[in-house]
């Protein structure tokens, strides 16, 4: 390419990306408003024959197995790390039997 192709190239794309970046520039309210702290939360993991015991243990002490009307965060959680596809909060044959596989026994 010869130097003075790349030179307009060069100008042409310096253009564009300042054409980009004032499309961008937030509104004069928004270049007010202050930062929002970025919120970050930590999941705990736990590994999947550690998460069928808790589930176990869980619904020994609270028996609660949840609805799709009331599905239960606790239950959820321990779905996910069991390495569950359906995760909904419910207490069913699919949770039970994930469970068994893993050795342990739902109430």
Sequence with gaps: MPADAAAAQAAV????????????????????????????????????ADAAVYLRDFLKRTHKTGSKKHPVQE??????????????GVVGSKTRA???Q????LP
């Design 13 to 48: 794309n310096a253009a564009v990306v300042q054409a980009i970046k004032q499309s961008v520039q937030p509104s004069p309210a928004q270049a007010q408003a202050p930062d929002k702290p970025v919120v970050t939360i930590d999941v705990p993991r736990r590994n999947a």
């Design 75 to 88: 239950v959820k959680d321990a779905q996910r790390d069991m390495g569950q596809l359906a995760v909904d």
């Design 98 to 100: 994930r469970a068994k």
């Design 102 to 105: 893993l050795g342990v026994t």
